[in-house]
């Protein structure tokens, strides 16, 4: 999975469907992790948190519905949106009754495209530019699809890196981000990046952001990291 590319999580015990998926999921831009069972998803989600979880109801061993209930009852996981898939209609009802607590249902045999657009739906919610959007915080306006970047009207020219790093604080404005956080997911932790790496390129966004003038909107927050706002 590479840096700002939206990651979805496919758990899914059936090979075919898994591997149909998947391959429509990368042909949509996203970073697939698949899993087989319950247990392996757990593992993948405490690796690196997906921004979507599409999770099939009838699995061997621990079932979706117990592992959405796990991921949705520790705050570290909660928020990550999750997609069950239901073979009949009884059981996505049934789905419902339990209260899992999952975002969306989709019932099988699911179209493709279907569930292609819940998935852009979660992602939306919780990651905006990373489908396209337009992001506003104050008076700096980023289109992630265009990559332009402006600031109380004027063009703001920034380096790849500082744009993702900008468009990540935009997603999330007011959230304090560690040096660590922003490395996974501006640079992709595969690749080592010192941590000091984050401040030069910090150091360069709010240069970049100032350059017609206006207050530095990049907080340091001590011992935290950074946030905008
Ligand atoms: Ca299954």
Redo the contacts with the bound molecule.
Sequence with gaps: MSASQPSVLLV???PAQREVLAYNLEAEGFGVAKAENGDDALLLVDEAQPDVIIL????PGVSGIEICRRLKSNTETRKIPVIMLTARSEEADRVRGLETGADDYVIKPYSVIELMARVRTQLRRVRPASIGERLEFDDISLDAETHRVTRAGEAIKLGPTEFRLLSTFMEKPGRVWSREQLLDRVWGRDIYVDTRTVDVHIGRLRKALCQHGGDDPVRTVRGAGYALG
């Design positions: 899914e015990d059936e099939d109801w009838m699995l």
